[in-house]
């Protein structure tokens, strides 16, 4: 219809452009319209009592004018200007998708099928008739071959941006005029990134792509992603982030399993939302003693699932056997130092080492690592403090820290990346004078100016705001609902603070109402602040948790051991290695990169930094990482795992023959998954492809007329041609349209 | 009425009644020895910490006006606590709390237990119970003032009810304890004011001063036993000048040692 009306494809008129082939100026026409419709006003607005209003004299002038104007137009000779491609000098390059997912059955016949019948139903032919084709298959490489006979569907994964890649690449050289990819768009090696996009672009390469498979199937879960933390600590409460989709399942109630190796982990019913939609489902675990968790995240086939294979994801993650250190300084014997102590004793994951004033000139160690450790009181050195992940400010006055150890604290959690935590007391806070910078500047909330905001012996009950019922420092039990219980079953805190106001960006995770008051104060604050993290507890008697529940509730020991956890977790290291992808499916290149620091956590650019690599088969390998020209201190390289399997790379970092630091990192190559995952046509990535290079994208039932559009090219070997407009047929018929629009209208108001 | 009203209000009286439920406040008894003892000027302040001094009932006496538990009552827990507040960093205020194993959660919100003339106590089942749940929660018991092997023998009539488990043992020199604030490897008998007239500084049998302990699982001390000698009484009469300075040094020096072990342990 649109070729019938407009007597070209709507290709020429996307990709043409629009020319006056008359030899009059533009500014004639311009101004012979202007002048046309103005004596036609004026002929009109004479003769007005004619037509009876002003109205009707209005809509007069409006259609004359039009049609005035389109006269005039069509004597300028409109016409399409068009790059099209010289019959037979041109290559265009025919790319089948030839991976797993292609064999998928719909309506009886595979995909690859479906796309083979299109090519050799006549595509092909009408390709070849005027162009040179190439026919290729793209799986893992791209090959070329002579016939659809020689695609399989066995390609373990896709790898569309390479394969455009190389036929762009193979362009600098031959005249290929436009790429036609017939695909699922089920892309799983990384996408196309932006620098395929840029060289098909570059070359005014169309990529024209026909979409394969149903672009959503009736019965199917799908398990997107599973995030859980790249490392852990032994013991640690453990939040991974499943998203997942379906279809034909909405409002069931499943199981998902949580399995490390097939030992169940946890479990977690869910309801599935509406079909398509993305969701996201926490899933609580406990990461178990120090060493390789292979998580692997599982729901069970359903009724009438078209595949089953997508309802299964892995992942690796590191429980870390260190034991990170909290420095804990108080300034003042009371009873929350001796219960965070007896709770911290608790915890064979963390160590806490305290600094207690217990009279005005004496201090009293406990956790210490030697007789000499901290005998001087709080460190005055970088390397000292930076020692420790973790440090909590108790009740002690600001000023106790000379201005060399409070900047000291502020780079602790800036440069160093660890967690401070400030808690409320007699000298805690306004009342202990830490309105002052660097205090200021490291809290997470903007302290009242006044004193007086410390409230001993006054009850108060703390409740969990809704950040709080999500946070793992609060969680006392997996279940959401049962958590929240619990928290309403603590007795209340025997004292509070009022911290002020919290700072835009920081997490209020609990609140507490006072004795009397139907006031709620902020009582947990965190905030993440340069590389590390720090926070508030404004209360000094949370103690009571303890000594008031019953024998065997851990409520208490829990919350503190999750405070300190939060507190501890994220401080790096001297020497941090990590590795974007953890799990390679169906790939084998491993980014590696260190950011290695000294004692006092600057930068060491001079380092020398190795990794050791372990691996299946008694693979032994030492690599050299380079150091990295952006970033001081960082260190990459790209390693190929050879094989499926376990893969363990220990990095150690040397000034000269000191050591600075190592640590290890695991990750795991499988193959044959990656084709299991988005099965239904990828119809956006293709649509998406098409449109950014000049192309188009077509159902398999569209695809003869790709043939015919493939003609208009900017690449390759092309002529330009002009196609004129005058004579399409709607221009007559928008002639004739306003012609009798007032030929009617004149009838209707009886005015012939 | 608007239901946000209404709900403040419940807050509001619940948040009241928290008040009420919570920590009791100071109350004075009348005591075996003293009655109208002057209160401190910091006697209503709302301090962090104070002695809670353990009411028990007595084999002989019951309930009666000369109950055993308050022997030297309140005059050494002043003067002990004034000490304390003096001498260290803890937020205390000078007067004591007595407190009852009776009362259904009150001893929870005092972790220092004091208690005197243990040779004298006769709890019930109930209060053993109640002992034993707060010293395994995180509580601590100081017990002095009983002397030789019959009060011994009651005390542990009692204690072996609360702990029928846990031994007694002898506390070593190099324990934490005696080390966490004051160095007191030298540590001496200290005898009560029958001294003034009898000359002598032990009662009964119980010549030998004993320093021993009630452990909890991880090895920190629950339950502090001072037998054989008095400390309440080198409390009590530290502002004497005919009692020793010596003895109620070394009195205060202990009972500040125990008090911050307790608070950092």
Redesign the interface.
């Known amino acids: 219809m649109f070729e019938f009306l407009f007597k070209y494809p709507s290709t020429v008129f996307s990709k043409g452009q629009l020319v006056l082939l008359g030899t009059w100026p533009v500014w004639l026409l311009a101004a012979s319209i202007l002048v046309g419709a103005a004596v036609l006003g004026w002929l009109i607005w004479k003769r007005k009592l004619g037509t009876g209003s002003a109205g009707r004299s209005a809509v007069v002038w409006l259609l004359q004018s039009a049609f005035l104007t389109l006269l005039l137009l069509m004597l300028w000779q409109p016409a399409l200007s068009i790059g099209t491609l010289k019959p037979q000098q041109n290559i265009v390059a025919v790319l089948v998708d030839d991976s797993r997912s292609m064999a998928i059955q719909e309506n009886g016949s595979s995909r690859l099928e479906q796309a083979t019948k299109t090519l050799d139903s006549g595509l092909l032919k009408a390709l070849r008739d005027r162009f040179q084709v190439r026919l290729y298959s793209a799986g893992e490489t791209l090959q070329r071959i002579q016939n659809t006979a020689s695609l399989k569907a066995q390609a373990p994964a896709t790898r569309l941006g390479d394969a455009l890649k190389q036929v762009a690449a193979e362009s600098a050289s031959l005249p290929v005029g436009a790429i036609v990819l017939l695909s699922d768009g089920a892309e799983n090696a990384g996408g196309i990134d932006l620098n395929t996009m840029s060289a098909i672009r570059q070359h005014r390469i169309p990529v024209h792509t026909i979409g394969f498979g149903l672009e959503a199937m009736s019965h199917d879960i799908e398990l997107v992603d599973l995030q859980t933390p790249s490392k852990t600590l032994a013991d640690s409460r453990v939040q991974a982030q499943l998203t997942l989709r379906q279809r034909g399942y909405a409002g069931q109630r499943v199981r998902v399993t949580l399995k490390d190796g097939g030992k169940p982990l946890a479990t977690r019913d869910i309801i599935f939302k509406a079909d398509g939609t993305e969701q996201s489902e926490a899933i609580l675990f406990n990461a178990g003693s120090a060493g390789v968790r292979n998580l692997e995240v599982s729901i069970d086939p359903q009724k009438n699932e078209e595949n089953v294979k997508n309802n299964r994801l892995t992942r690796v993650m590191d429980v870390d056997a260190s034991k990170p250190r909290v420095l804990y300084v108080e ?5 929350e ?3 965070i ?2 709770a911290i ?1 608790d915890d064979h994951s963390l160590k806490m080492a305290t600094i ?5 000139n ?1 201090i ?1 160690r ?1 956790g210490i690592d030697s007789p000499d450790e901290l005998v001087q009181g709080f460190p005055t050195k970088a390397e000292e403090l930076f020692a420790f992940q973790g440090l909590i400010i108790g009740s002690v006055e600001a000023n106790w820290f000379t201005p060399a150890q409070q900047e000291l604290i502020k780079e602790f959690a800036d440069r160093r990346g660890g967690g401070v935590l400030f808690l409320g007391g ?1 000298f805690g806070l306004s009342d202990g004078g830490y309105l002052q910078p660097p205090f200021t500047d490291l809290l997470p909330v903007d302290l009242p100016s006044s004193k007086n905001t410390y ?5 108060a ?1 703390a409740e969990l705001t809704s950040a709080g019922r999500d946070s793992l420092i609060t969680r006392l039990d997996d279940d959401p609902v049962k958590n929240v219980e619990r928290w309403k079953k603590l007795p ?1 805190l ?1 004292n509070w603070q009022d911290p002020g106001s919290p700072k835009r960006g920081a997490l209020v995770l609990m609140e507490a ?6 006031r709620r104060v902020p009582t947990l604050i965190t905030q993440n602040y340069g590389h590390g993290r720090t926070a508030v507890f404004a209360t ?1 008697g949370s ?2 948790w ?6 065997g509730d851990r409520s208490h020991e829990v919350f503190w051991q999750q405070m300190l956890r939060w507190l501890v977790t994220g401080s790096p290291g001297r020497v941090v290695l990590s590795t974007p992808k953890s799990l390679l499916a169906d790939e084998s290149r491993v980014p590696l990169r260190a950011e290695v620091r000294d004692k006092t956590y600057q930068a060491a650019g001079d380092a020398q930094v190795e990794a050791h690599i372990i691996g299946p088969d008694g693979l032994n390998e030492k690599i050299t990482l380079q150091p990295s020209a952006q970033e001081r201190g960082t260190f990459t390289t790209d390693w190929e795992a050879p094989k499926p399997g376990s893969y363990l790379a220990e990095v150690v970092a040397r000034r000269g023959n000191e050591e600075l630091g190592r640590d290890v990192i695991t990750f795991r190559r499988e193959d044959g998954i990656a084709e299991n995952f988005r099965t239904e046509q990828n119809r956006e990535l293709l649509e998406k492809l098409s449109a950014q290079t000049g192309g188009r994208y077509y159902r398999p039932n569209e695809a003869g007329r790709l043939a015919s559009d493939v003609e208009y090219s900017d690449s390759g070997i092309t002529v330009r041609e002009t196609r004129d407009l005058w004579n399409m047929p709607i221009v007559f018929l928008f002639a004739l349209m306003l012609r009798g629009s007032e030929w009617m209208l004149r009838r209707k108001w009886g005015v012939i | 009425m608007r239901p946000r009203i209404v709900v ?1 209000i419940a ?2 009286i ?3 009644l ?2 009420i439920y ?2 009791k406040p100071f109350r004075e008894y009348p005591g075996a020895e003293y009655e109208n003892f002057p209160l401190p000027p910091d006697w209503r302040e ?4 104070s002695r809670a001094r353990l009411m028990y009932p007595s084999i002989s006496r019951g309930w009666g006006r000369y109950q055993s538990w308050t022997i030297d009552y309140p005059r050494s827990d002043r003067h002990l606590l004034a000490g304390i507040r003096r ?5 205390t205020r000078s007067v004591e709390q007595p407190v009852s194993l009776d009362d259904p ?1 009150e001893v ?2 005092w ?1 220092f237990l004091y208690g005197v003339e243990v040779g004298h106590w006769d709890l019930t089942d109930a209060q053993c119970q109640k002992l034993r ?1 707060f010293l ?4 601590f018991l100081m017990v002095d003032d009983f002397h030789g092997t019959q009060e011994w023998e009651i005390f542990m009539a009692g204690m072996s009810r609360v702990f029928p488990d846990r031994p007694v043992v002898d506390l070593d020199n190099k324990d934490p304890i005696f080390h ?2 004051y160095d007191l490897d030298e540590r001496f008998q200290v005898p009560g004011a029958q001294w003034f007239e009898t000359g002598r500084i032990y009662e009964k049998d119980g010549i030998e001063p004993r320093w021993r302990g009630i452990y909890d699982d ?1 090895g920190r001390i629950m339950v502090a036993i001072c037998h054989n000698m008095d400390l309440g009484d080198a409390w009590e009469w530290s502002d004497d000048p005919r009692y020793p300075e010596k003895w109620a040094s070394l009195a205060y020096r202990i009972a500040v040692n125990y ?2 072990y ?4």
């Open positions: 300034g003042e014997p009371r009873w130092y001796k219960f102590h007896r004793d207690l004033r217990t009279t005005q004496k009293y406990q007699r409230h001993a012996q006054t009850a009950v209340y025997m109402s006072p004795a009397g008051s139907t000094g103690w009571r303890q000594m008031q529940m019953p024998l | 403040s807050l509001l619940l948040s009241l928290g008040t919570a920590q709302n301090a962090e910490f001498l260290t960093r803890i937020h959660d929870f919100n972790p749940e395994l929660r995180g509580g966490v604030l991880k008090t911050i307790d608070m950092t342990h």
